[in-house]
């Protein structure tokens, strides 16, 4: 009681200091959020499918995908775009399966439901499926997408319609879980996508600083695709195009209204590992790659460029490596009073990203309400076992480049890079 008494009787530059962590590093981020989510609501009207004239090529690139090809491909069939299969190319690329991928690739090709398949003899990474895929395309749009994701019959519709502006290089679809319910962990993905991936990437859009599109669905113009070179070997190869793209100039965007379901992982360890590969890339892209973006003599440099690499620093490297600081701190200057500043902080975090989660569904953001009790698993797991992840992925990639071993890309691939 004498703790909550404390709280009680300080002055708001009281608890300004004591709580300086989430006064600076977070609550802007959910401010701006807050602003985006009135800003789209009342003035951003649903995105129609308009009819373009452009035509569209699927590039799915797969590793021992056997299982899961068939499903993906009948549901591509029965996009709206693909009334007219004329329009659609779709393409399969086996990276150097070990199952039956080529197999079912080829019984579909004999079914008419895909146009060709490709397959590399060694496995060489998601980047050399994708690159090999291109040569094959022959679409003015090609859509890069995982074969365990599925999609809304408009989906690729939606995605077309943000093409009609010319200066309109890529454009991302918004991802949920398809396995929302199978677990506890799948169930904190949910939440973590509708608040981190679908409002955050629509912040972005709205501010043209969205960092990304997405590995496991996004679309691309060709011409753009082919002035940039396709994609590099990274492990963050999503990011990494995605930033080649701004510095040549194209506009990125953001389709919330383009539906897709994706697989989550289903335990901690896989939730680690998967996380682990995502944030290295924080370091192998912004801090690495792109840093150049931020030199006002650079010629790619805009306040754009700026703002978006400052998003990124700021709001997913600074806040990871400021965290265990703050912990010091308050257990330096605290002592055992610090575990109730921790609690009250997890508290207050639970109660933003309610207000965030509850947000996103009044946008129309399909997320399942009935999630809300699992809001105060989500915040805990984000400020401890995520930051965690998250600090050590970056330590790991600043200090041994722990990217150069990981299994995502084969390592005959990553020596060549890492010679190069």
Same mark, same amino acid.
């Given at each position: ?260 379901? $994706? +697989?989550?992982?289903?335990? #901690?360890?896989? *939730?680690? =590992? ?6 290295? %890339? @924080? ?61 009250? $902080? +997890?508290?207050?975090?639970? #109660?933003?990203? *309610?207000? =965030? ?6 946008? %129309? @953001? ?55």
């Amino acid at each position: 009681m004498q703790s909550l008494s404390f709280l009680g009787s300080l002055d708001i530059t009281g608890l300004v200091f004591l709580f300086w962590y989430t006064t600076f590093l977070e609550i802007p981020r959910y401010l701006v959020g807050a602003f985006a989510v009135v800003t789209a609501a009342l003035w951003s009207p649903p995105r129609r499918c308009g009819e373009t004239g452009l035509t569209i090529s699927v590039v799915l690139p797969g590793h021992n995908e056997a299982n899961s090809l068939r499903v993906c491909v009948e549901a591509l069939t029965e996009q709206t775009v693909a009334a007219d299969r004329s329009r659609m190319q779709i393409i399969v690329v086996d990276d150097g399966s070990t199952d039956r991928m080529t197999e079912v690739a080829r019984e579909l090709l004999g079914e008419g439901k895909i146009d060709r398949v490709l397959r590399l003899e060694h496995r060489g990474g998601k980047s050399a499926a994708v690159n090999f895929g291109l040569t094959a395309c022959t679409g003015d749009i090609v859509v890069i997408a995982d074969v365990d994701t599925s999609f809304d019959r408009d989906a690729f519709a939606i995605l077309l319609s943000y093409f009609s502006d010319p200066r309109v290089g890529a454009v991302g679809g918004d991802i949920a879980a398809r396995n929302a319910f199978a677990t506890l962990i799948t169930r904190h993905q949910t939440i973590e996508y509708a608040i981190g991936l679908s409002l955050g990437r629509r912040i972005g859009d709205m501010f043209g600083t969205l960092p990304i599109v997405s590995g496991a669905f996004g679309a691309f113009r060709r011409s753009a695709l082919d002035s940039v070179g396709g994609q590099d070997v990274e492990v963050g190869e999503d990011a990494d195009l995605t930033m080649k793209l701004r510095r040549a100039g194209w506009r990125i965007r953001f389709a919330p209204e383009a539906h897709a379901l $994706t +697989l989550v992982p289903e335990t #901690v360890p896989a *939730l680690i =590992a998967q996380r682990l590969r995502w944030d290295r %890339g @924080l370091v192998t892209i912004w801090l690495r790659k792109f840093r150049g973006a931020t030199d006002p003599r650079a010629a790619i440099f805009s306040i754009k460029e700026v703002a978006t690499f400052a998003d990124v620093v700021v709001f997913q490297i600074l806040l990871a490596l400021a965290f265990p600081v703050y912990l010091v701190w308050l257990f330096y200057h605290f002592g055992e009073f610090s575990a109730v500043i921790i609690g009250a $902080t +997890l508290a207050g975090y639970v #109660v933003l990203d *309610l207000l =965030a989660f509850v947000a996103a569904a009044a946008i %129309g @953001l399909r997320r399942p309400l009935r999630l809300l009790p699992y809001l105060p698993l989500h915040s805990v797991l984000q400020v401890s076992l995520m930051r965690i992840v998250r600090l050590v992925a970056i330590v790991q990639e600043l200090v041994f480049r722990s990217s150069y071993r990981d299994p995502y890309v084969p390592a005959r691939v990553m020596q060549q890079v890492e010679r190069v």
